[in-house]
């Protein structure tokens, strides 16, 4: 089993930049495709980026573009998502997850493809 804690969620105004965190333990993460997702009150959870075992490979929702970036740290077991230009329409409980993959380049856009999930982290983003 895989064990994913969240942080770095918090208020931030149109505009501004964030950095979510997530800490991974259990399994050997290297093992695991990584994702973010997001939900809004009343939505379905989205996909935001992906990133593959290796992190040589991401994926992102168009809406998000350009301006996030998912990136992974192997040897310390941790996932990263640098969100910057934030808009309003960001504003949602964000959650990190991971999927057992056996190629170290695929990416995966599906919540489907991964089994484990963090308690998430909220970004506000006030206009």
């Known amino acids: 089993q895989v064990q994913l804690v969240e942080t770095g969620g918090g208020l931030v105004q149109t505009g501004g930049s964030l950095t979510l965190s997530c800490a991974a333990s259990?399994?050997?993460?290297?093992?695991?495709?990584m994702g973010w997702f997001r939900q809004a009150p009343g939505k379905e959870r989205e996909f935001v980026a992906a990133?593959?075992?290796?992190?040589?490979?991401?994926l992102y929702a168009d809406s998000v573009k350009g301006r996030f970036t998912i990136s992974r740290d192997n040897a310390k077991n941790t996932l990263s998502l640098q969100m910057n230009s934030l808009k309003p329409e960001d504003t949602a409980a964000y959650y990190c997850a991971a999927g057992l993959s056996a190629y170290y380049s695929d990416t995966y856009g599906s919540k489907r493809d991964y089994r484990y999930w963090g308690q998430g982290t909220q970004v506000t983003v006030s206009s």
């Open positions: 259990g399994r050997t993460f290297s093992n695991y495709a």
């Open positions: 990133v593959s075992r290796s992190g040589s490979n991401t």
